[in-house]
């Protein structure tokens, strides 16, 4: 069975620096695509970033340049380094796992598994 356990959140003021982790277990890691999902209050859950299969990243428009997505295949483990927090990133962050590559990594529909989520929240 597979399992996605996210943590690392928390709050932080505006300009600051998290990073999420998500250990995976109960599959073959690297043959799965990994991806960071947030939802805001009355918002729609979004793709921010992801990680295929051969390492290619994707990001959302809104976080390119101040996150980052990485993975430690040793340890079973996606990050989400984030930089330069704004207000409007504050929401629950969520891993998802998909087995196999996908053309759309940021698309939540793509996603076979989740975690529970983790809380993030930005203040100005």
């Known amino acids: 069975q597979v399992q996605l356990v996210e943590s690392g959140g928390g709050s932080v003021q505006s300009g600051g620096s998290l990073r999420l982790s998500c250990a995976a277990s109960?599959?073959?890691?690297?043959?799965?695509?990994m991806g960071w999902f947030r939802q805001a209050p009355g918002k729609e859950r979004e793709g921010v970033a992801a990680i295929d299969t051969d390492g290619t990243t994707s990001y959302a428009d809104s976080v390119k340049g101040r996150f980052t997505i990485s993975q430690d295949n040793a340890k079973n483990t996606v990050y989400l380094q984030m930089n330069s927090l704004k207000p409007e990133d504050t929401a629950m962050y969520y891993c998802?796992?998909?087995?196999?590559?996908?053309?759309?990594?940021?698309?939540?529909?793509?996603?076979?598994?989740w975690g529970q989520g983790t809380q993030v929240t930005i203040s100005s």
């Open positions: 998802a796992a998909r087995h196999g590559a996908t053309y759309f990594p940021l698309a939540r529909n793509e996603y076979h598994y």
């Open positions: 109960g599959y073959i890691y690297s043959t799965y695509c």
